[in-house]
């Protein structure tokens, strides 16, 4: 039975034929209802090749004819089948051979599919790969792993399969990308980092995320899953110099963590104060007033509306003069909410705009005149601004050395990548998390590492 296989080319500007046949000869052959497949072949193209035919074969694999036997050189023979189960449905034959030398060597091998499915296995590796390649997407349960794999390959490997393969097969592969992503020159970095926590559980228990990353070239130095407790200022601080250690560092950047600046104070290299966290940390301090000042204004508004509705309905003169005088209180009592919630937005804006110069002097102009202000501010700015006058220079590095960035938000940007918010409370072991942060950082660096270009 001759057998071809034709890829026509459409919505292409050629307009020749592509033939495979040649190719395909030499690892497919048809010997009445019988497959012979080279070993090289994987058992995935079988299910394709089943569509081409559309009838039930014989799968066979071997590895060709006349083959030597490595011990005395004689040719070796077909000797039957070894039968094999392929995926808990499919059976296979794997061509046996034997030394035809009659006396003294005895050789026997059987065709060897171990790169497609290990001894002793049941499912190709196609499979027992696919749940990591998942889990490397996003998150998937076990079960809708499962059915993931059920849908494409036809088969339905139990949880516990799932999971040995994610144990074995899994990590096998995230070594073997680590390999080929991870590695990194220390040449190949620009010198300024930016280190912050996350803060994920495992089985409920609260665990940290301490990061370290490259900020010029997004490469992630060093990253570890820890109980909280152990996150203190000497693990800190020891985490920060082993990862740095070597290293050419030109400045790190970091939030408002105060072990992590005496640290980097003591390493002796430009600290950036994060300003989003600045900003961030002014906002949760004004959003209380702030949305307190925002209830008073539409209350009154509606309380005013109210009264106004019903004053027509008074027969009373003394009444209505009474709620006229009431209306006139509220409104007084609304434009002075108005008034005190302007001015907190706009000490938002101005101090906001103190991040936004790009002159270190400007900056602290700025700063001074509403420092030298402080008894006419309100307590929730006043409060702010001193304890911002602790870091300040720290707060502009940013303006004095330029190639510090003003945030960490990069790194920000790779934590809700690598483990987002609403996954952080749904592993139950510390292999799982492990292996979700690791996946994510393979992952992290595949699309966004930039590799500097020597000129």
């Known amino acids: 039975m001759e057998c071809a296989i034709v890829l026509f080319m459409t919505k292409t500007t050629p307009h020749n034929d592509i033939y495979a046949e040649d190719i395909f000869k030499l690892n497919v052959n048809f010997e009445k209802d019988d497959l012979i497949i080279n070993s090289s072949v994987p058992p995935s193209f079988i299910q394709e090749i089943k569509k081409i035919v559309q009838k039930d074969i014989k799968i066979i694999y071997s590895e060709g004819e006349e083959l030597i036997c490595p011990y005395c050189n004689k040719i070796l023979s077909k000797n039957g089948y070894h039968h094999r189960l392929l995926n808990k449905f499919q059976p296979i034959e794997l061509q046996k051979y034997k030394c ?6 005895g050789y026997e091998k ?19 790969y696919d ?49 080929e992503f991870l590695k990194y020159n220390d040449d190949e970095l620009s010198g300024v980092f930016a280190i912050d926590e996350q803060f994920p559980f495992v089985d409920g228990e609260p665990m940290a995320r301490p990061v370290i990353m490259d900020v010029g070239t997004n490469t992630i130095l060093n990253e570890i899953n820890i109980p909280i407790e152990e996150l203190n200022i000497e693990f800190k601080e020891k985490f920060l110099k082993d990862s740095l250690k070597g290293i050419t560092v030109k400045g790190i950047v970091s939030d408002g963590d105060k072990a992590f600046g005496t640290i980097i104070d003591e390493i002796g290299v430009p600290h950036q104060r994060c300003v989003f966290h600045i900003m961030q940390n002014l906002m949760n301090e004004l959003i209380k007033p702030i949305n307190k000042l925002k209830r008073k ?19 009373s003169k003394k009444v209505c003069k009474k709620n006229e005088k009431k209306i006139k209180e509220l409104r007084q009592d609304k434009r002075e909410c108005e008034k005190e919630l302007k001015e907190l937005e706009n000490l938002k804006e101005r101090i906001s705009n103190i ?22 501010l ?73 590799i500097p270009t020597t000129n």
């Open 100 to 105: 035809t030398k009659k006396e003294g060597c």
């Open 110 to 128: 059987i065709t060897n599919i171990d790169a497609h499915v290990p001894k002793g296995c049941n499912y190709e590796n196609t499979i027992r």
């Open 131 to 179: 749940p990591i390649k998942q889990y490397e997407i996003a998150y998937k349960s076990l079960d809708k792993m499962t059915e993931s794999i059920m849908l494409r390959y036809h088969v339905k490997p139990t949880r516990q399969t799932m999971l040995n393969y994610l144990d074995n097969e899994g990590e096998r592969y995230i070594e073997e990308k680590s390999a």
């Open 297 to 315: 204004i539409k209350t009154t508004g509606e309380v005013i509306e109210k009264i106004k509705e019903k004053l027509p309905f008074f027969k």
């Open 355 to 376: 991040f936004k110069q790009k002159d270190p002097k400007k900056a602290h102009r700025r700063f001074k005149m509403l420092y030298n202000n402080l008894k006419n």
């Open 378 to 450: 309100p307590s929730v700015i006043s409060s702010f601004i001193q304890r911002l006058d602790k870091y300040f220079d720290k707060a502009i590095n940013f303006m004095v050395n330029d190639f510090l960035p003003p945030t960490n938000n990069q790194l920000e940007c790779y934590n809700g990548v690598s483990l987002p918010d609403n996954q952080k409370r749904i592993y139950r072991t510390d292999r799982g998390l492990d292996r979700a942060t690791k996946l994510g950082q393979i992952r992290w660096t595949e699309r966004n590492r930039k």
